[in-house]
């Protein structure tokens, strides 16, 4: 039988597989290709730049071994690095890393094309090169646990935080997801978490960033080709945060990629953090396997503040920015507005500024009548399955029935208006909506806002349907 590369190489990941774990395997040796053979050479393909550095930095010895095994003690192994998208250049670099006597590979010669102008590995933050520029970790610095004020509703998520900050990786609390309602910190503590932790650790890659920015890279990455540029960047992240992972329903594709990353990482003890407007058990259109890893650690709720909290609070906002106010009137504020530190601080901010504005007292008379506007103008937070219950009552049908693949005209309308008043009332995305109303695309729920639109300004009944429903959701 004669000797190719393929078998050669074969036989070298026979003895891989059985020396190193399973998903370390098929993340750094399934996507290498044998290309060819050349006396004691081996040439493989491998997919970046930074593959090929990986690999000699983590298993150069067992590559050497494996490859010594096969081709003796003169083989070498030549990596030839595919650069796609290199805007009309085809040609390939190569670097040839040939065995030594020191049981390392090393870079003999590097070939680059003088016309190549695609960086090295594509960091969806567009910084080029990984290993002499620092990766900025989009954190906020005024996000900090000292103005993170504890109290009862908080406590459990901020000292988990706090033990991450000071052994990322090392705790038990990987992941950490930090879940509640809107405005109750939870991008504050993660920002706070990753903040402490550069200033522990300034070697540590700490990198922040949205479940939808992540999304729209990894949809950008496909298109380019560069999918796996995209997974080998977040695997080099030390601790990597990401804000409101709820908005992964649905997205089949960037949950296949980050169940990959998120095992390499928790595999190499890396921090993972996670915040959600939801629980694990309450998410809707993520994977099983998805959800699975998110309750290994530990999950933390942060509850509304309670009244002593809320008062902690605005005394802590307006010592930090310079202002002094009664102590009746913070606790007017405190006692009349319980739904959010958000809207707690906004109220804060409204009086100070029309005191200033108008040139008047802080008095509580004023207090009275920005807290009441306040109040008035903040829209209660609506979920979709509300919605959808206030529809179906409205038109006497149940919510399977409003959820169904029927196309009776009255019940298409029925779900058009629920999926127009989810994407009214609630900040959830389109594609988000249609999973929750009976998994539609966003295409369609594109299409019944704009329905709905159309029949009201020319339906006088479908008019009514509107106003009605509007109402109810506004009580």
């Known amino acids: ?39 004691t050479a081996l040439s493989v393909q491998v997919p970046s730049k930074f593959f090929y550095e990986w690999l000699e930095e983590h298993y150069v010895k067992i590559l050497k071994v494996a490859l010594t095994k096969q081709l003796g003690e003169t083989a070498k192994l030549v990596y030839i ?71 009862d509703s908080n406590r459990l998520a901020r000292s988990a935080g706090l033990a991450v900050a000071n052994k990322p990786g090392g705790t038990s609390f990987n992941p950490l997801l930090i879940f509640g309602g ?37 949809i950008d990455a496909v298109k380019k080709n560069n999918r796996n540029d995209f997974i080998h960047f977040y695997q080099i992240i030390d601790v990597l945060i990401i804000d409101d992972v709820q908005f992964l329903s649905g997205k089949s594709g960037t949950q296949d990629v980050f169940f990959h990353i998120f095992n390499h990482l928790h595999q190499n ?27 290994w650690g530990l999950s933390a709720e942060l509850q509304n503040p309670d009244f002593e909290t809320r008062v902690s609070i605005l005394k802590n906002k307006l010592y930090r920015d310079g202002v002094e106010m009664p102590d ?77 693949k029927t196309r009776k ?5 029925a779900r058009q208006l629920a999926m127009f008043f989810a994407k009214k009332f609630t900040k959830a995305s389109l594609a988000s909506i249609g999973s929750q109303i009976g998994k539609r695309d966003h295409a369609t729920v594109l299409h019944a806002c704009k329905t709905v639109d159309n029949l009201s300004s020319t ?17």
């Open 1 to 39: 039988m004669s000797v190719t590369a393929q078998s050669v190489w074969d036989n070298c990941l026979e003895f891989i597989k059985d020396n190193i774990q399973p998903q370390a395997y098929k993340t750094w040796f399934e996507p290498i290709k044998a290309v060819k053979l050349s006396d």
């Open 81 to 151: 690095i595919k650069m796609e998208n290199t805007y009309g250049n085809k040609q390939p670099f190569t670097e040839k890393i040939p065995s030594s006597n020191r049981g390392a590979l090393k870079s003999q010669d590097v070939d680059v094309p003088l016309n190549n102008k695609n960086p090295e590995l594509r960091n969806p933050f567009v910084i080029p090169g990984i290993r002499n520029v620092k990766i900025e970790s989009q954190l906020n610095p005024n996000y900090s646990f000292e103005n993170f004020l504890e109290g």
């Open 182 to 218: 809107v405005g109750l910190g939870k991008t504050h503590l993660a920002h706070a978490i990753g903040v402490d932790i550069k200033d522990k650790y300034p070697e540590k890659t700490v990198l922040y960033i949205s479940a939808e920015k992540f999304t729209q890279q990894y």
């Open 269 to 295: 003890g890396k921090q993972v953090i996670l915040t959600s407007d939801k629980a694990p058990v309450d998410m809707q259109d993520i994977e099983q396997r998805l959800l699975s890893r998110f309750k």
């Open 328 to 404: 009746d009137i913070i606790e007017y504020v405190a006692k009349n507005i319980k739904t959010n530190v958000r809207e707690l601080e906004g109220a804060i901010i409204s009086l100070i500024a029309q005191s200033s504005f108008n040139k008047k007292e802080i008095t509580i008379d004023l207090a009275r009548i920005i807290v009441e506007k306040f109040v008035k103008n903040t829209k209660r937070e609506v979920s979709i399955d509300y919605i959808q219950k206030v529809v179906s009552d409205y038109f006497q049908m149940d919510i399977d029935t409003l959820q169904s």
């Open 409 to 413: 005209r009255h019940i298409v309308q």
């Open 459 to 475: 339906d006088k009944q479908f008019r009514k349907y509107v106003e009605d429903i509007t109402k109810k959701l506004s009580v």
